[in-house]
């Protein structure tokens, strides 16, 4: 079988997260894989964009000896799996090579995880790779024994001469900026490093290389998306915030009941605002056992509008929000759940009572405790 057009189910991967950098460029004093981003620490996203692949059996994050139980606090809190954590070197080679370890040598953790056939490596500041990427990284590497992410060079490179002027510039058009994720063969990267001088673990930065080097593998490079810059310097903090925020508002998902008049308006809604935003339309029971609205919150829409004309609405919010909790969606990012109870009653006065009202906002506040803002909305429909 071609490996080209094999799925990455049919490899085993795992990934080494290096997480051990001290942010000096960024300033400050938290490194900046620690640094909040919507008030959630920057490696956690990257954690999380690994760790919703089920493909991906093991995540090791390699963090500086003095923010191990800073990570293993932020693993904790973030409910994140399948992630181990490993002390790092004082260079970035040398925490790669001891995240590669755990899979290879007993004395170095006292629990040796699964060796994996090919194994992904991701910088912890590069919170926004999607398994698309990382699929063909992984598949290129089965096929070639490495492989890496690359990028068109933004700017000319030149070399100054030893009196501080020009000496040469390089032909842009030839050359290509290597990105993450980069992925490997376990045998060739880690005979590699296990080869690798005390120089160019020290100096040098560039995995792909010591591949090449060191057992002559010539990577596989695979274009990558925009997204895949690194968080380098506080600007990309703020611009890190502002990506988050835009995907966050990207699609809504419009849950209406099987009621002739409920789903004449779970119509018209998604109708008004798919010019301005992505809609997925469910008319739905909205039953635990809802095969179509389980795949919705197996996938990564953060918006729902949940309309019905049941005066005991909050009943339904609560099975909604209970799917999102067991959906693991609100881990990564706030979801927004607006409860919309339409009343064809006829009636002039609102029919949903204090009683009622106080109760659903109890339940809200609850609810965002779990990281899932919950509003009501009451409409009189005629």
Known sequence: ????????????????LPAGGSGERLGGATPKQFCAVQGRPLVSY?????????????????????????????IAKYGH???????????????????????????????LLQKPEVVIIHDAVRPFVEEDILSKVVMAAKEHGAAGAIRPLVSTVIASAADG??????????????????AFLFDIIYEA???????????????LHLALKYCKTNAKLVEGTADLWK?????????????????????????????????????????????????????TSQSKNDSHLQSIFSGQCYNFVCVNDKKCAI?????????????????????????????ISGNKSF????????????????????????????????
């Open 193 to 207: 490093y296990q080869q690798c001088t005390d120089y160019d673990l020290d100096y040098g930065t560039e995995c």
């Open 165 to 182: 002027c020009l000496d040469h510039s390089l032909e842009r058009a030839r050359y290509r900026a290597s990105e993450m994720p980069q």
């Open 46 to 74: 990257a954690v999380r964009a690994m760790e919703r692949i089920s493909w991906i059996s093991d995540i090791i994050v390699v963090v500086s000896p003095e923010n191990i139980e800073k990570m293993k606090t932020i």
């Open 315 to 343: 009943q339904e919010t609560q099975q909604l929000v209970h799917m999102l909790e067991k959906s693991d969606i609100p881990l990564l990012y706030p979801v927004v759940l607006i409860s919309v109870y339409l009343d």
């Open 231 to 283: 968080v380098t310097y506080k600007r990309d903090l703020y611009a890190a915030e502002s990506i988050i925020k835009d995907n966050l508002s990207q699609e809504v998902c419009v849950i209406t009941d099987a009621n002739e008049t409920v789903a004449q308006v779970g119509f018209l809604l998604p109708e008004s605002l798919k010019s301005q935003i992505k809609v997925e339309a469910v008319s």
């Open 81 to 111: 799996k399948r992630v181990t954590v490993v002390e790092g070197g004082i260079t970035r080679h040398r925490s790669i090579f001891n995240g590669l370890k755990v899979f290879a040598e007993k004395e170095f953790s006292s629990h």
């Open 1 to 16: 079988q071609d490996p080209a057009q094999m799925e990455p189910a049919s490899v085993s991967v795992s990934a080494v």
């Open 351 to 382: 029919s949903i009572g204090m009683e009622e009202l106080t109760s659903f906002k109890k339940f809200a506040r609850e609810t965002k405790k779990k990281n899932i803002l919950v509003y009501g909305l009451l409409i009189q429909y005629k």
